[in-house]
């Protein structure tokens, strides 16, 4: 049974990630595919206490999600502000996501650099994102940069994806074992 539970945690997160990249301008459907998330890593805290922190930051953004719906915050500085702090607790999803998978794999002696180098990308897309926000770079510079942002957003999230049914393969085995 806890073979199976582990099993649907992994493919939780991982269809909330993939319905995420799927959904990017539905509210809703966002926090439907954070709540996948935070079930799954919830679901697999055993594995690493990361995943734990993964699910708090996946509600944490679920919060922000509700809050900058159409109908409770009008257009203005407040909305745009809580737009940019939203960005935190998904830069911090995938980073304890991250963890946690790096964890697993410290756990059986493989190597963890590519953990690490999912890490750098996936944060400098979302830090690059809010260096421009304050908009003091120049219309090319800023468009360099967002189109850098989007590209290393794009690639962490495929690549957290696949992380995820990696380490889903390695937390069956070990539970086998």
Same mark, same amino acid.
């Given at each position: 049974?806890?073979?199976?539970?582990?099993?649907?945690?992994?493919?939780?997160?991982?269809?909330?990630?993939?319905?995420?990249?799927?959904?990017?301008?539905?509210?809703?459907?966002?926090?439907?595919?954070f709540?996948?998330?935070?079930? $799954?890593?919830?679901?697999?805290?055993?594995?690493?206490?990361?995943?734990?922190?993964?699910?708090?930051?996946?509600?944490v953004?679920?919060?922000?999600?509700? #809050?900058?719906?159409?109908?409770?915050?009008?257009?203005?500085?407040?909305?745009?502000?809580?737009?940019?702090?939203?960005?935190?607790?998904?830069?911090?999803? $995938?980073?304890m996501?991250?963890? $946690?998978?790096?964890?697993?794999?410290?756990?059986?002696?493989? =190597?963890?650099?590519?953990?690490?180098?999912?890490?750098?990308i996936? =944060?400098? $897309?979302?830090?690059?994102?809010? #260096?421009?926000?304050?908009?003091?770079?120049?219309?090319?510079l800023?468009?360099?940069?967002?189109?850098?942002?989007?590209t290393?957003?794009?690639?962490?999230?495929?690549?957290?994806?696949?992380?995820?049914?990696r380490?889903?393969?390695?937390?069956?085995?070990?539970?086998?074992?």
């Open positions: 049974m806890k073979l199976l539970k582990g099993y649907y945690a992994y493919l939780a997160v991982s269809g909330g990630l993939v319905l995420n990249l799927a959904v990017q301008s539905n509210w809703m459907l966002r926090i439907v595919a709540a996948l998330v935070s079930a $799954g890593a919830l679901s697999v805290q055993s594995a690493s206490r990361w995943y734990t922190r993964a699910s708090i930051a996946a509600d953004y679920m919060a922000f999600s509700l #809050v900058l719906g159409p109908a409770v915050i009008p257009p203005g500085l407040l909305r745009i502000a809580l737009e940019y702090a939203s960005l935190v607790p998904l830069l911090l999803i $995938g980073c996501l991250l963890m $946690g998978v790096k964890d697993q794999m410290h756990k059986i002696g493989h =190597s963890t650099l590519p953990e690490w180098v999912l890490l750098v996936w =944060s400098a $897309g979302y830090i690059l994102v809010l #260096v421009s926000a304050p908009g003091w770079l120049n219309d090319y800023f468009n360099t940069v967002w189109t850098l942002a989007n290393c957003i794009s690639i962490g999230t495929v690549a957290l994806i696949v992380e995820m049914f380490a889903q393969r390695i937390y069956l085995q070990t539970e086998e074992q």
